[in-house]
Nanobody, 129 residues
Framework: EVQLVESGGGSVQAGGPLRLSCTAS?????????MGWFRQAPGKEREAVAA?????????YYTDSVKGRFTLSRDNAKMTIYLQMTSLKPEDSAVYYC????????????????????WGQGTQVTVSS
């Protein structure tokens, strides 16, 4: 069983930065995982923000609305991924969830929630105008 713990949410003014962290435990060292961030704003469906494979295969996925502003990075030794968010907009306000799911070495990771079966508790990000 994989557990995910997020940190780094908070309130920020529009245009400011924020960094989210997600650390996995119960991790299987000889397996690969998709790890990513999803978000859900009030009254909206949960959407994928960014995702990456711990194998390094494929490219990092970003949803169009965050390209050029958000950067997803990973530290496999620490079993942690980071989401560096810059130029934040009020429409980025949401609960951000870390997610993980096993993946084959050669597969890339994307926005389908079917690839993820472990979820964190979520961390609130609020961007004020």
């Amino acid at each position: 069983e994989v557990q995910l713990v997020e940190s780094g949410g908070g309130s920020v003014q529009a245009g400011g930065p924020l960094r989210l962290s997600c650390t996995a435990s119960g991790y299987m060292y000889n397996q690969y995982y998709c790890m990513g961030w999803f978000r859900q704003a009030p009254g909206k469906e949960r959407e994928a923000v960014a995702a990456v494979s711990t194998s390094g295969s494929g490219t990092t996925y970003y949803t169009d609305s965050v390209k050029g502003r958000f950067t997803l990075s990973r530290d496999n030794a620490k079993m942690t991924i980071y989401l560096q968010m810059t130029s934040l907009k009020p429409e980025d306000s949401a609960v951000y969830y870390c997610a993980a799911g096993r993946v084959a070495f050669y597969r890339s990771c994307g926005p389908s929630q079917n690839q993820y079966n472990y979820w964190g508790q979520g961390t609130q990000v609020t961007v004020s105008s």
